[in-house]
Structures are given as C-alpha cells and as structure tokens.
C-alpha cells in the first residue's frame, strides 16, 4: 500500500515490481485494466487475457455476480451478508483500489455489509474466517517491545488508528482478539466517508486476554488464552501503548472503540489533555442522539430551544447509554444557561431504566456516572424505584424513549401502548441496540402500535414500512458513521490539540442540520447513507471552525488557523473536498521506488 499517496495525487507511480509480483500486489494489481502499454513495460504481456476493463467495468461486472447472492447463495447454510462479506473481502485481497471503488459507489449497500450488522457475525466468527492480517495486534505479550513495534507498519504518516481491546462488542460482550474486524469494518468507512487515505488509517487490536471461556477452549482462537489483565497492569500497557503510537505519530487520532464502560471512562479521564482522542461509542454515539433529537423536535413543529424542555425516557446504562444522557443533556444545558445550575435542571428531563426497573435515588449502587440522572420522584408522578419500564412511560410521557439496552423486543406492546398516549403529536422511538435480534423493537412493531406519524430510529437498518392507505412510516438509522468521520476530518482539517466538548457538539448540531425540513417532516429523522461524502464535508467545516472559535487549532501546512474563521463555509467544504482520496488507476513505471 506505499503507493496510495501517489495515486491519491494521480501522477505516475515508479515502483519496483513487475510481471506475476505486481499481480499479486493488492495496491497496484489493476486486473483486466492494465493497458496495452503498461502490460508491455511490466512485463504483463500473456500473463492476463488481451482483453481490457476500465475500471467502471470492472465495478459494474463485480456488482453484477455480488448482486446473484441475493438469488442463489454460494453456501446455502451461511447468512447470505456473511458470504457477500467473504466476497468483497476476496476483492479487498487482490485489488484494494477497485474494493474502494465499489464501496464508495456502492455505499448504501455496502455499509451494513462491511459494518453494522453484518461485522457482529463476522467477530464472531473472525478466528476461522482469518485469512490476511490487517491492522497492528498489541498484547500484554508485548510489553516493553511496543516502541520498536510501532515501526514494523509500513506507512510513514497515519493519520487515524481505531482501537479496541474486544471487551464489549456490540451487544454481543467479551470477544477478545475477534474483535479487529470492528477497526477494520470501520476505517473502511472512514475511506469511503471522509477520504482519508487507506495507508493513512490503522486498525488496532489491544489483547490483554478474554473472559469469554469458550473462546479460550476454542481451538481456532487466535489470541492471548488466558483471563483479561486488569488494573494498573492493564494501564501500564495502555500508557506504553499510547507513548509507542504518538512517538512515531505524533499528530495521529486515537479513536477507542468497544471498550468496556469502566475502561472507555478510565481511559478517556487519563488522555484527553494529553493526546488527540475521542471514544465513538460514548461522544459519537451522543452527538448522533442529539442531532436526532434535534429533529424530533423539528418534526414536532417545536423550536430548537424545546429541547431544555424535552423528556427523555432512556432504557439502558452502558458505555453508549452514558453517552447518549451525557451529550443531550450538555446540549439541554446550552439552551438553559451557563453553569452547574443548568446542567443540573436538564439531567432532571431524563428517566433511566435498567434490568431492574426505573433507577431513583433510592437504589443501593450505581455507577459514577449515572448518578446524577437518577430520579427523585415527585407525589404527582407515582414513581418509585424500579417500576417497570411501560409504567415509567405511561406516568411521564415523554417526547422520546431511547432503547440501549441490548435486550431485544424490551419495547413490548405494553411499553408502545405507553408511548403512543405520550403527550407529544409524533411519538418518536429510537431503538438503538445491535445487532438486530438485540434491538429494542422493529420498526413494523413501532409504526403498527403509533400508527404513521410516528418517528422511528434505530442502530441497526429496518426497511419503512407501508399502510394499506398508502402512507409510509420512514425509517432512520442512527448511525455514528455519520457523524465520526467528519469530526475525524475536522480535527485534521484544523490541526485540533485536542477534540472538545464543544467541536462535538458542533458536529451534532451540523448533523441535524443537514436534514431537511422537508425530510423530517416527513418523518427522516437523519440523512441518506449515499450522501455520505457530502455529509461528512458539511460536519467536518463545523468541527474545524469550532476549534478554531475555541482557540485550539494550530493549522496545517497551507491552510492557518485563522483561515479557518475568515473563509467561508463553502470555501472550507472544497477545501475538505478537495483532500479527500479518490481510489483511481494511475499509470505505473517500472523502476526504484522514491
């Protein structure tokens, strides 16, 4: 992959292979689209069919026998998203300029193939689907080699490293070293959202162990086979890990993904002043929340300021349900006024339930950062700690019930009942959990329950849903690859220090803006996939100015901080557009690479 910043620039590639070796390179294979002349010079000639492909072709004949999945499967008893995952990793193996085509194009229809739900199964199943490493794996086997380590990936500058360490994936927990295919799945659509170059982004597995039993009695089990390292000996190879990565890159972005609640908070609280970090499931999982409740209250005929006033029932309490309460209710606090006093009214909008009912300031333990959003119920309300889920709804009505829970069907029939005599004109239901068997409902049990005014969102795709009277219940999926991409992008834009509350915020607020009002009132409550591009250009400008306001941009090499501030909006979307990576052939030269 050395040669990916010369083909970002479209200028002839010098490298050093030829024949059958240039073949079986995946950056610089073309396949059927080497011309008459590069095939000369490289010594290609017999070694592929005479005919020739451009590379619009060679995408519509791809998209042509992935399409035949859908009819006639390959293995009758694999998901047919799984083996349409082994198809285009297949692709990813011989020819990554082309797999980055298809995806770019083809986003819609690859993304929850190459990422949610699909990449669930595949973690699961990562130790017998392994054919090609892809990333850097950090053990507790490594301590005190990490510095060397570092230089053994071959790209000089990097630009983005997702990392997990695979303790609570999805909602599916512990799955260890299986856990790659999270990073993996995800810097792919980072290269398709915000352009950054593939040898630019690194995905990182951090095994310290697995509590997952059967994964460690599994013979195909490809890591550490013993209990997870815990402590300070957990934060020592963290820290160890952390100085490797910014010693050899020091202006890269970390971005943790499918840590455990007490780590995510653990970590974040011990790097966020230090280095450029940011943990998507807790801030992007957030901001995708504000910004659809944004919307909901757009859809609502409300103003923006409504939102200081808005009831939130969250059903829930990991590491995306800390994210979620914390990001709406900052943004509550913003339309209150400054100050503790301000934060304190908004955590008093929130209701939270768990597994063992509404959670007050009665119940016995709690985690820290809970705390502030238990309930302390009112005469009127006839609460008390742990009422069932659909009593809660039924007392308080809220504006919107949030679901993050990872327990599947948990919006029964009682609880949408509840919702639908909310005291709102469009109940709004956000089924957030993944995979699909763990969502909180469908959206056909939603819009049969509440009918087509409803407002429905979900982690996971659901297709919308028809009535007899011709109206459509439109479907959204929260999806942080909305919003994570562009705040990757705007923070290298603006050469941010660090990534803060408010350059979060502001992404959230751009993100909810992008829908039109057209789109949510007819019930859209986040923008089309296939727009992915566009989107992540319009977040990554807010993100950027934001940081600039904030006085924590120090610029990059031709564009200064101030800039930032005295352009234009517009202006600054061709400036993101314009460094956004293209995957496209370039003609290539036989000699000693630069």
């Known amino acids: 992959m050395m040669g990916c910043r010369d083909v970002h620039s479209g200028q002839p590639i010098i490298m050093a292979k030829r024949g059958a070796d240039l073949l079986h390179d995946p950056w610089y294979n073309k396949h059927t689209a080497f011309e008459a002349p590069e095939r000369d010079r490289l010594g ?21 026998e ?45 993304s929850r193939i190459l990422y949610i739900p699909t990449v669930g199964t595949v973690c699961q199943k990562y130790s017998s689907l392994f054919r090609r490493p892809r990333g850097m794996y950090f053990s507790a086997a490594d301590r005190g080699e990490m510095a060397s380590m570092v ?33 993996v799945g995800k810097l792919d659509m980072y290269v398709a959202a915000a352009g950054i170059p593939p040898n630019r982004v690194l995905p990182a597995m951090f095994d310290v162990g697995t509590n997952n039993e059967a994964l460690i009695k599994n013979p195909l089990y490809l890591g550490l086979r013993h209990a997870r390292v815990d402590g300070e000996h957990y934060l020592s190879l963290m820290d160890e890990f952390m100085e490797a990565v910014f010693s050899r890159w020091p202006n890269v972005i970390v971005q943790f993904e499918d840590f455990e609640m007490r780590w995510a908070n653990t970590l974040m609280e011990r790097y966020k002043s230090q280095y450029r970090i940011f943990n998507d499931d807790i801030e992007g999982s957030g901001g995708v929340a504000v910004a659809g409740i944004l919307n909901v209250l757009r859809a609502q005929h409300l103003p923006p300021r409504a939102l200081a006033e808005t009831r939130v029932v969250v059903a829930g309490t990991g590491r995306e349900a800390e994210g979620v309460l914390t990001a709406v209710r900052r943004a509550m606090a913003r339309q209150i006024g400054p100050g503790k006093a301000a934060m304190d009214r908004a955590a008093e909008n929130f209701w939270l339930v768990d597994d063992q009912g509404l959670m007050t300031d009665a119940r016995v ?45 948990l919006f029964d029939d009682e609880v949408l009942k509840a919702m639908k005599n909310a005291d709102v004109s469009r109940p709004a239901v956000f089924a957030l959990s993944q995979p699909v068997k763990q969502a909180e409902c469908t959206a056909q049990d939603a819009f049969e329950l509440l009918g087509p005014s409803a407002l429905f969102a979900s982690g996971c795709t659901f297709p919308d849903v028809r009535f007899p009277n011709g109206k459509v219940g439109h479907t959204s999926q929260a999806n942080n690859v909305f ?3 562009g705040i990757v992008s705007g923070s290298l834009l603006s050469g941010a220090r660090m990534i803060s509350d408010g350059m979060l915020q502001a992404a959230a607020h751009q993100l909810a803006d992008y829908t039109t009002d057209d789109q949510v009132h007819r019930g859209m409550l986040y923008p089309c996939m296939s727009h992915i591009r566009d989107i992540t250009s319009h ?47 370039s003609p290539l030269i036989f000699g000693l690479e630069g």
């Open 151 to 183: 230089h053994n990936w071959p790209g000089d500058k990097v630009d983005v490293i997702v990392l997990t360490d695979g303790s609570k994936v999805l909602g599916l927990g512990d799955l260890g070293v299986q856990a790659i295919a999270i990073p």
């Open 365 to 409: 333990s709690c985690a820290p950062e809970l705390e502030d959003f238990l309930c302390r119920p009112k005469e009127e309300a006839r609460l008390k700690e742990g009422d069932a889920l659909a009593n809660v709804v039924k007392r308080v009505k809220p504006h919107v019930l949030i679901g993050l829970s990872g327990s599947g069907h």
């Open 483 to 485: 919003l994570s991409p």
């Open 44 to 64: 290609l000639r017999g070694l592929l069919p005479p005919g020739y492909q451009t590379m619009d072709e060679q995408v519509a004949q791809f998209m042509a």
């Open 539 to 585: 977040v990554a400008v807010a993100v950027a100015r934001q940081a600039a306001e904030e006085g924590l941009a120090d610029g990059i090499s031709n564009l200064r901080a101030d800039q930032l501030l005295s352009m234009s909006k517009d202006q600054l979307r061709k400036e993101v557009e314009k460094r956004m990576w293209e995957p496209k052939y």
């Open 66 to 110: 992935y399409r035949k999945m859908d009819q006639k499967p390959l293995m009758p008893d694999d998901p047919v998203d799984l083996q349409k995952w082994r198809i285009l990793n297949r692709l990813h193996d011989r020819n990554e300029t082309l797999y980055y085509r298809v995806l770019i194009d083809h986003i819609q229809e690859m």
